[in-house]
């Protein structure tokens, strides 16, 4: 189909391009940023008039809970919230249920994710048995099953050992893996950040020092193979400062951190909130400072929703009982925009940080809105309030501390392929 997007403003992080144009989608491609072929017909012309095009954004950690049981969501309804955000690619997360182990689960993914045809799906094979770090996959068939990298999810790898032998065919198959890295044994199960809070609610502290521990180990075995590393959902200075230390030395490994981690607090944690139950835990405000101090200087290089969505049946459970997460993909880019209005960073930055490099990391082509380059954009609103309201997303996760919080930057439309998967 034929599209023309007229005065819009159009912000490429890739190239830095930011003006106020026209834009031509043709066959899935942009064919034209500026003036229009003469004979170039649409079927469709949409007003941009006070609204933003940039490329479409790219989650790379991504819980849709397929396979799985459905009642906290299912790739149906995650991907309809991706969208809804912007999100035009999405790195589906392997602690699913079962496991993303085998070839057979992820050839079962790839064929409901063609067919729902929403955002673009990647795969990510376990690294390890059932994620429990014991022994390793059949890399090699994941691979040929689509597997574009391998992920441990929210789970180490224990074995120093075993971690440098998955790395080494991790490289030799030239796939990145994604780390969650902590030291397990200090980590200690526990459910929030160690320190006087978790003291005096009564709860399980998991102590910064894990997650530096853990970070420093990996990044030096992953010296050894040279195969990339990616970090996504980083919590301390510490850590990212171990990541920073590695570029330096021009090892090739990244990392992220969700936006969870740049705006809240353990003590958005308060009298057990449930929906502030993350892993990694939230930090002191310090940390989150650092973080924003270190997105601000370019060491952390990409911003995830770390989208994990559980229904209502979380809301009887204890604090220890409940699981892990957030689900917030569909508020993604308003709450980023948080950072934008307080100063962090800018607005490219941001953009950058949303597309650019969550697909670097992935070893994805970097979107794009230049002449050529496949039409997968998010088109918003950065004027456009609202309050946030669990209950109407698309998710059918509830599992949101972000309720009734006043955000800008409703998503309009989301192209994928030139197709508009999203129309708000």
């Known amino acids: 189909m034929h599209r023309i997007i007229r005065n819009i403003r159009v912000m490429d992080p890739g190239d830095g391009f930011d003006a106020v144009t026209d834009l031509a989608i043709a066959d899935g491609r942009i064919v034209a940023r500026g003036p229009l072929p003469p004979d170039f017909t649409a079927e469709e012309v949409l007003d941009g008039s006070g609204l933003i095009a940039c490329p479409g954004f790219v989650e ?203 705006l809240l607090s353990e003590q958005d944690v308060g009298f057990f909130n449930l929906h502030a139950k993350i892993l990694p835990p939230l930090r002191p405000t310090a940390e989150r400072d650092a973080l924003r101090h270190a997105l601000a200087t370019g060491v952390i290089t990409a911003i995830s929703s770390d989208h994990s969505p559980w229904g209502v049946d979380r809301e009887g459970m204890t604090f220890t009982q409940a699981p892990f997460g957030i689900a917030s993909v569909e508020w993604l880019l308003p709450l980023t925009l948080r950072l934008v209005d307080e100063g962090v960073v800018d607005l490219m930055t941001v953009l950058s940080l949303l597309s650019v490099g969550p697909a670097q990391a992935l070893g994805l082509p970097a979107p794009s809105l230049a002449v050529g380059a496949a039409a997968d954009l998010c088109i918003f609103d950065p004027e456009s309030y609202f309050t946030v309201e669990p209950a109407r997303q698309w998710s059918r996760g509830r599992n949101l501390p972000y309720g009734q919080w006043e955000l800008r930057g409703q998503v309009r439309y989301t192209l994928v392929e030139g197709r508009v998967v999203f129309r708000g």
């Open 60 to 262: 790379t950690s991504f819980q849709a809970h397929t396979p799985g049981h459905g009642r906290d969501g299912d790739l149906a309804s995650e991907l309809c919230a991706a969208v809804a955000g912007g999100v035009t690619q999405v790195l589906l997360r392997p602690d699913t249920q079962p496991m993303a182990d085998t070839p057979a689960v992820l050839q079962g993914q790839r064929i409901l994710a063609d067919r729902l045809v929403l955002a673009k799906v990647h795969l990510s094979g376990a690294l390890t048995t059932q994620l429990q770090g014991a022994a390793l996959t059949e890399m090699a068939s994941l691979a040929e099953a689509g597997a574009i990298a391998f992920s441990q999810a929210k789970e180490p790898v224990p074995s120093a050992a075993l971690l440098r032998l998955a790395l080494s065919y991790a490289a030799d198959l030239g796939l990145p893996v994604l780390l969650h890295g902590e030291e397990p044994e200090l980590a200690a199960h526990g459910v929030m950040h160690e320190g006087r809070l978790s003291i005096r609610l009564g709860l399980t502290g998991r102590p910064a020092a894990a997650e530096q521990i853990g970070v420093q180990r990996d990044i030096a075995i992953a010296a050894l193979s040279g195969c990339p590393i990616h970090f996504p959902h980083l919590s301390t200075a510490a850590a990212v400062a171990e990541v920073a230390a590695a570029r330096q030395s021009d090892e090739p490994v990244t990392c992220g951190v969700s936006i969870h981690h740049l």
